[in-house]
């Protein structure tokens, strides 16, 4: 007689291995949001910055002019520059207070930003004189609070984010609307 194979619906369960004790919950745990939620939060936060960065650099090349301010300022530097344009952050990007702050950027070609990375004190130093004669006021205030090394408590709080992206975007329209009047000026004489 032929049997019929039987059909099971749940696969077999291993035997013989003793399932791990589950370890207790931690009461921190117990606090913590649904992590998938938060982590929603946190792309999105991600994002913010992410668009705020460029947004930053947009108005730093709009306000400061593309092009590499150590080679313009300071030609004696013996540097071979190069034709890609970055921004860079006087007050190093550690600092949370500055990060997105125009006067704090420079834009300077890659090799001069690599320069600055690799401690080349000639190249450090010429950016921290274009942005001190640039606005001397705000260079000394951010130097001071630069000091105490405080973190930025705001800097990831999507209110803090969408602030600065506005001042940002006020900036840029100022900046634009600027020169496109200069422009109608040139374009009527
Ligand atoms: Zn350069």
Redesign the pocket.
Known sequence: MKRTPLKRKTPLKRTGFKRKKQKPLKKSWLKRKPPKKKKRKKDWIKTLHNACYKLWKEVCYKKWGRY?H??RKYPEIR?K?TDVIQVDHCITRANKYFYYDIWNGTP??S??NRAKYFKQKSVDRAIEEIVRKRNPGWYKQAVAIDRMKEPNPSFNKIWWIEEIMQDLQGELDRVEGRRNFAKLLKGGS
């Open positions: 590499c150590v080679q540097i520059h300077v070609c090799s001069c």
